[in-house]
């Protein structure tokens, strides 16, 4: 607050002080004071205005700001008052003022906080009066306790002016909540939103919730954009000024991961951790979380240039205290892998290098899946146990269990050299961790459909009856470093996917979220591709599961033989440049049994 405006509201606040002190006089005589008691009150008041100027200097009172006075400085506000009263009384007592009322002392302080709490509400409600004057109609979506959280955080706010609420709880409509209405049910959000002639909707609702879902619907009949709150992290990078554009994770997302956060720093923090695929959506993300939990070096891996510069950059910028080490190289090069981790001796290995694009690994590369997928795993394996790291984490898929592809198939069988080369280096913890599609990361379904929508359409899906499971990237790295913590050497983790979704669906989703309907962008459907097929499978036929201490890892239970590592590393060299593609398919169906390519009599739907 300026100066000039901190002295008025001093000589406010003085004013009111003096005020309630001769309303006390007032009251306690029956609204006419006795001239002997009104020279009382003359020669009490200096004592009053004192003590009172003192109190409210020494609980910081005159430091609040009225426009945005709320409990903490009311309470503030009564703390200050009591204090003056005490000091008030003390003084008067002291000086044995004759015959002095000592009622007044009591009936003050309560006048005081009447007339200063009201003049700062008075303010207050003004101030928010103009700042909504000029603000965009706003419905709310939520339940009356989202709805509550919602406006505390919208209070003060010039954009948006609250008019409604609409909550999926049918007993609350018709009641309020700091002067705004449940207007009705979800169902109902069309026409509230014509009723109030609110322009936007803000859902309030917790992310992945159905509230979500249903608000896209109504909002998408209603055609007005759909807003959220900016999540926590957002808010911590200054970036959540306001409400913001719904995004898919929004609906989609589930409840924050709980980490072993001590149990993570003592694997992380301080130490030397490598990431392979270090620039891919996965790699970046876990370099992202790596670096929060405080590593003392990170050494970054990757094939591509440009992604191990993006890298770079942004954990420059996000985090300049991290030694951050940043190395093109391809994982099927031992050599050059081998070398990076001696001279750093990582405590920790991330394996996330891989080609994970089905089609393009069904056809034309298959051997390119296998040098990759399962050479590459195996030369990362191998240099983690050589130069001592304590864990080693490989990230697999869920097209790994009862493969019908060969990516699938590869990442299978890369599971299976991680199994056998485990045996191998019994001082290092080996642990596969596998799970589903990752909203957002590169070549998955939801960037596809995002350039079509922008293209107007239509939006290919491949089957109507298509589902695949879904969660987001800090999620899934979250996970990834907690399965790393808790794991035993040779286990497989299978993470908590939740309820597998409908492509379709997501499509439908993000036409909605683009503020189209389907009539304008049309869902048009191409069949199935090679490899691909309707519902992934966390878990083999002959694996079971068992639970962890972590409610959304599981882990993955099988017998069988282990591969002989070094025939499969001389049979992916002697294969060729350009193997046949029936060659390829029965080696590995040799390799992983449970692996049925398109054609075989045991394919699966």
């Known amino acids: ?273 490598l990431v392979t695929g270090a620039g891919g959506s996965i790699g970046a993300e876990l370099c992202r979380q790596i670096a929060r939990f405080g590593a003392a070096k990170l050494v970054c891996v990757d094939v591509s240039e440009y992604a191990i510069y993006q890298l770079e950059q942004a954990l420059r910028a996000s985090h300049p205290q991290l030694q951050g080490l940043y190395y093109t190289g391809n994982v099927r090069e031992p050599l050059r892998l081998s070398a990076i981790a001696k001279r750093h001796r990582p405590a920790v290995v991330f394996h996330a290098a891989a080609y994970k694009h089905v089609p393009l690994m069904e056809q034309l590369n298959e051997v390119e899946a296998l040098r990759t997928n399962v050479c590459g795993t195996l030369n990362a394996a191998r240099v983690a146990g050589e130069c001592g790291a304590r864990r080693f984490v490989m990230i697999s898929t869920d097209k790994a269990v009862n493969p019908t592809n060969v990516m699938g198939a590869s990442k299978r069988l890369a599971e299976l050299m991680v199994q056998a080369v485990a045996r191998r280096y019994p001082q290092t913890g080996f642990v596969s961790v596998r799970f589903g599609n990752v909203l957002g990361s590169s070549g998955s379904v939801v960037p596809l459909f995002t350039s079509q929508i922008a293209r107007g359409g239509p939006v290919t899906v491949t089957h109507p009856e298509i589902v695949r499971y879904f969660m987001t990237i800090p999620e899934a790295a979250q996970l990834v470093l907690q399965a790393g913590l808790m794991g035993r050497s040779g286990e497989i983790f299978v993470l908590d996917m939740g309820e597998p979704v409908r492509i379709v669906e997501l499509a439908r989703m993000l036409i909605r979220l683009s503020g189209h309907t389907e009539q304008e962008v049309p869902i048009t459907y191409t069949g199935l591709r090679p490899g691909e097929k309707l519902y992934e499978e966390l878990l083999a036929d002959d694996e079971t599961t068992v639970p962890t201490p972590h409610p959304k890892l599981r882990v993955a239970k099988s017998g069988g033989a282990l591969p002989d590592v070094e025939a499969v590393g001389c049979w992916i060299e002697a294969a060729g440049a350009v193997p046949g593609e029936d060659e390829v398919r029965q080696w590995l169906r040799t390799q992983v049994p449970e692996y049925s390519p398109p054609g075989s009599p045991v394919e699966r739907a």
């Open 1 to 273: 607050m300026h100066w000039p405006r901190r002295a008025g509201a001093v000589a406010l606040d003085l004013a009111l002080v003096a005020l309630a002190w001769w309303g006390a006089f007032w009251l306690r005589f029956n609204l006419e004071v006795p001239d002997e008691f009104a020279t009382l009150a003359l020669e009490g008041a200096g004592v009053c205005l004192l003590a009172y100027a003192a109190a409210f200097a020494a609980t910081r009172v005159w430091r609040h700001v009225w426009s945005y006075i709320g409990l903490p400085e009311l309470r503030q506000l009564v703390l200050g008052i009591a204090l003056g009263a005490t000091m008030t009384a003390a003084v008067v007592l002291a000086l044995r003022l004759p015959y002095f009322p000592r009622s007044v002392l009591l009936l003050h302080p309560v006048l005081a906080l009447v007339l200063l709490g009201a003049a700062r509400a008075g303010w207050r409600t003004l101030v928010e009066r103009q700042f909504a004057a000029g603000g965009a109609r706003l419905l709310i979506v939520g339940t009356l306790q989202d709805a509550a959280d919602a406006l505390r955080a919208l209070k003060g706010s010039q954009q948006w002016l609250p008019v409604g609420i609409v909550s999926p709880v049918a007993a609350e409509v018709g009641r309020s909540i700091q002067d705004v209405t449940v207007l009705g049910g979800l169902d109902a959000m069309a026409r509230v939103c014509a009723s109030v002639e609110a322009r936007t909707a803000l859902v309030a609702s917790p992310p992945g919730s159905a509230e979500r879902r249903q608000a896209l619907l109504g909002a998408a009949e209603a055609r007005i954009p759909l807003l959220t709150l900016p999540r926590p992290e957002e808010w911590l990078k200054a970036q959540g000024a306001g409400p913001r554009k719904v995004e898919l994770e929004d609906l989609l997302g589930r409840a924050p991961v709980q980490l072993d956060v001590a149990g993570l720093s003592e694997l992380i923090s301080g130490q030397t951790v």
